[in-house]
């Protein structure tokens, strides 16, 4: 099959590639950035940090995924025990809360322990409309405003009367009574997160694990797609180049795609009701290791900026000089709903203050790493006009033979496991469509 490309060089375009190779196909990939693996990239600062684009570390279930993993960095990577908690109006609890409520205010535990008491006893809900219908009926009131309703506007920049549920999977646990009484009534003792144990590559951040593919694939960098025309089946890019393609796979997110193609008018406007957020991700490097009994940490309040941190030298020491400990600080904004107003700069002084204010800064420390950068493109936002927008724009691209992949492609709640599957499908839908002509 000549010319087929992939556009992009993450995790999808990973999986398109293995599965093209593995028939004899080679693909061409380009990527518009100048740096490799798209959001599974690692940078190493000159002061001898390893920060990953945002954090990363892989908890797959697939075996698959998992043995390609541990053979691209020859077996050379952490495994680990995730240990997560919660930052909640002064206080520190174990994740899921709703487990672990020992510790939080008597009068807030009671009203909770009311609710879910309420909720274990209440008939079996109808189908929720909305994702605050699906947590009232798991928690009750009271914790769904206190925790994921708040959270979840921090994360998700929008409130989850406005969300559907199609994105939830395992990621919001829901204890029986007895767990959430047990857990009220004293200190954890066992870990209930979704996740319970991570890999992270010992070396180099989590882009080592893509390093092998990088080195068959070759990708080409600094290549923007700038226009489609699948008429010609012809990609233009951004430095006049202009690709022909028999076959074309792009992980690009959907609203970046179909703005560079000759997409009608109601394509485009569900493109452009897709909204997804974008994460400023401020990297932080301290003279000490102990920061955090945490490998991640959510934070609840408000009126504090910062909404997710991860300690990367808990992943691997190596990611640190000897004897420093970093955080990598998420803070989310999306176009549609919460739009930035703050430059990207400008978070660090702000995301100081609030690990100083949370206790996980103290004054004599010394931050010797401190820097942010953007994330244009973070999570795919599941609102109420998600779902129909995106099976538009997906029915679009089919009738015009590209076939899209990853986590903007599918426009799915993915993790790199998912993607690099996701990947795979794409280039097996291409191949199968050969057959079948
Ligand atoms: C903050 C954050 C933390 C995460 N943490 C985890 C985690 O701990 N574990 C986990 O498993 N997953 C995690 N994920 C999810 C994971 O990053 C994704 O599932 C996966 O990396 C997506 O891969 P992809 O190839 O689909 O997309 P991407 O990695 O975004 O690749 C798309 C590529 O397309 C390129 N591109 C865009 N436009 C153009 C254009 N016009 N022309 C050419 N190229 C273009 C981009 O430069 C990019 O390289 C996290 C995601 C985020 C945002």
Not at 206 to 216: K, M, N, V
Not at 231 to 254: K, M
Request: proline fraction near 7%; charge should be negative; glycine fraction near 8%.
């Amino acid at each position: 099959m000549s010319g087929t490309i992939v556009l992009g060089s993450g995790m999808a375009a990973w999986g398109a590639f293995d599965r093209f190779t593995a028939e004899g196909v080679q693909p061409q990939l380009f990527d518009k950035a100048t740096f490799l693996g798209g959001h599974t990239a690692s940078f190493r600062s000159e002061d001898g940090f390893v920060f990953d684009d945002g954090p990363h570390i892989s908890f797959t279930k697939s075996d698959e995924v998992r043995e390609l993993l541990a053979a691209a960095v020859d077996g050379d990577f952490v495994e680990g025990r995730v240990q997560v908690d919660n930052y909640y109006e002064g206080h520190w609890v174990k994740h899921p809360a709703i487990a672990y409520l020992h510790g939080l205010p008597t009068d807030l535990v009671q009203r909770c322990l009311l609710d879910l008491i309420e909720v274990a006893t209440a008939p079996e809900p109808e189908r929720p409309a909305n994702f605050r219908d699906w947590l009232v009926a798991s928690y009750g009131e009271t914790f769904t405003d206190r925790f994921p309703a708040r959270y979840g506007r921090k994360y998700h920049t929008v409130g989850p009367e406005l969300m559907n549920t199609d994105w939830l999977g395992p990621r919001l646990y829901r204890p029986s009574l007895e767990e959430g009484i047990a857990g009220a009534l004293a200190p954890p003792s066992e870990e209930k997160h979704y996740i319970t144990s991570f890999r992270y590559p010992r070396q180099g951040g989590f882009q080592s694990y893509l390093e092998p593919f990088f080195a068959r694939s070759q990708p080409t960098l600094g290549h923007e797609a700038v226009a489609i025309d699948p008429e010609r089946q012809e990609v233009t890019f951004n430095t006049g180049e202009v690709v022909t393609y028999a076959h074309l796979i792009s992980s690009l997110p959907l609203p970046e795609l179909i703005r560079i193609l000759p997409a009608p008018e109601e394509v485009r406007a569900a493109a452009a009701r897709l909204a997804c957020s974008q994460c400023v991700i401020v990297n932080i490097g301290v003279d000490r290791e102990d920061l955090s009994p945490a490998h991640w940490r959510y934070i609840y309040d408000e009126d504090i900026t910062s909404v997710r941190l991860s300690h990367p030298h808990m992943f691997s020491e190596q990611t640190t000089p000897p004897g420093h400990g970093a955080v990598q600080v998420e803070v989310y904004y999306s176009d549609k709903y919460k739009p930035r107003e703050l430059a990207v700069d400008d978070h660090v002084p702000v995301v100081l203050d609030d690990l100083r204010r949370i206790g996980m800064l103290r004054e004599e420390d010394t931050v010797v790493h401190a820097s942010a950068h953007l994330i244009p493109y973070a999570n795919v936002i599941f609102d109420l006009e998600s779902r129909p927008s995106a099976a538009l724009v997906h029915e679009y691209l089919t009738s015009v033979g590209i076939e899209v992949c990853g986590r903007y492609g599918d426009w799915g709640y993915y993790w790199t496991d998912d993607s690099y599957l996701s990947g795979q499908r794409a280039a097996q839908r291409v191949m199968d469509a050969q057959v079948s002509v």
